[in-house]
C-alpha cells in the first residue's frame, strides 16, 4: 500500500504483517520497486553538486579529533578551512568507494567488503591510519 507523506511530499511504503503465498507475486514486485528507487537516488546524487555529509557533525568531528590530538592548544578554524577539509575528505571518499566497487565487480561480486577498500588502500600506497 502506497501512502504520501504530507511533509515531504515523498512515497513510503508500509510493511505487510503476512507473506501469503498468493502475495508474494508483490512482494517481488515491491523489491523491483525498491531497486528502481534505488537507481533513482544513485542518479540524483550523481548529479548534486552539494555535499553529502552534513556541515555542523562534520566540523564537530575535526575539532573532536583535534582536540584528541592537541588538547592543550585551543586552534580556531576559519568556516572556509573546515569546508575545504570537508570537500577533500568528501572526494578522497567518493574515490575511494569507486575503486573498491570496481575490486568488488572484477572478483564478480555487487557488494563492497572491507577487504576491496584495505586492497585499494594498499594499491595507492597509503599504509593503515591506524599504525601511526
Not at 96 to 124: C, G, H, P, W, Y
Amino acid at each position: 500500500m502506497t501512502r504520501t507523506n504530507s511533509k515531504l511530499g515523498r512515497k513510503y511504503f508500509t510493511p505487510r504483517k503476512s507473506l501469503t503465498p498468493k502475495k508474494r507475486h508483490s512482494d517481488s514486485l515491491r523489491k523491483r520497486r525498491d531497486k528502481n528507487r534505488a537507481l533513482k537516488e544513485i542518479k540524483f546524487y550523481q548529479k548534486t553538486t552539494c555535499l553529502l555529509i552534513q556541515k555542523l557533525p562534520f566540523m564537530r568531528l575535526v575539532k573532536d579529533i583535534l582536540e584528541d590530538l592537541r588538547p592543550q592548544i585551543g586552534y580556531r578554524w576559519k568556516e572556509t578551512a573546515l569546508l575545504a577539509l570537508q570537500e577533500m575528505a568528501e572526494n578522497y571518499l567518493i574515490s575511494l568507494f569507486e575503486d573498491s566497487n570496481i575490486v568488488a565487480s572484477n572478483s564478480k561480486r555487487i557488494t563492497i567488503k572491507v577487504e576491496d577498500m584495505q586492497l585499494v588502500r594498499r594499491i595507492r600506497g597509503l599504509s593503515d591510519i591506524c599504525n601511526r
